[in-house]
């Protein structure tokens, strides 16, 4: 069964740090590229960072630049967002998607390039 499934989501105080997971199952990770995605309340959903499915390749969109790291280990068939220095413009809903057959190149930080999405988890940055 196809599923992407992520934690790690939760209340932090500004400043604070948190590792989401992203397990996926059902389809062969290693050859996926995997993006991040975050919607705040009431604003449409953005791309975050994306890694490309040899890992040789990530961005990130220039509001989390410097904070945020992500990384895709392949033996655990997970993709992990650390996010440091949190900030309360943060909060949202955080969301993985993969490109299942990308190009090389491929490192989906735009919706339309991903194929399957998974249900989201929540994190909030409030004192």
């Known amino acids: 069964q196809l599923q992407l499934v992520e934690s790690g989501g939760g209340l932090v105080q500004p400043g604070g740090s948190l590792r989401l997971s992203c397990a996926a199952s059902g389809f062969n990770f290693d050859r996926a590229a995997v993006g991040w995605f975050r919607q705040a309340p009431g604003k449409e959903r953005e791309g975050v960072s994306c890694i490309t499915a040899r890992t040789t390749t990530t961005d990130y969109a220039d509001s989390v630049k410097g904070r945020f790291s992500i990384s895709k280990d392949n033996a655990k068939r997970t993709s992990y967002l650390q996010m440091n220095s949190l900030k309360p413009e943060d909060t949202a809903v955080y969301y993985c998607?993969?490109?299942?057959?990308?190009?090389?190149?491929?490192?989906?930080?735009?919706?339309?390039?991903?194929?399957?999405w998974g249900q989201g988890t929540q994190v909030t940055i409030s004192s």
């Open positions: 998607a993969v490109i299942r057959r990308p190009y090389p190149e491929d490192c989906p930080l735009t919706e339309g390039l991903t194929d399957f």
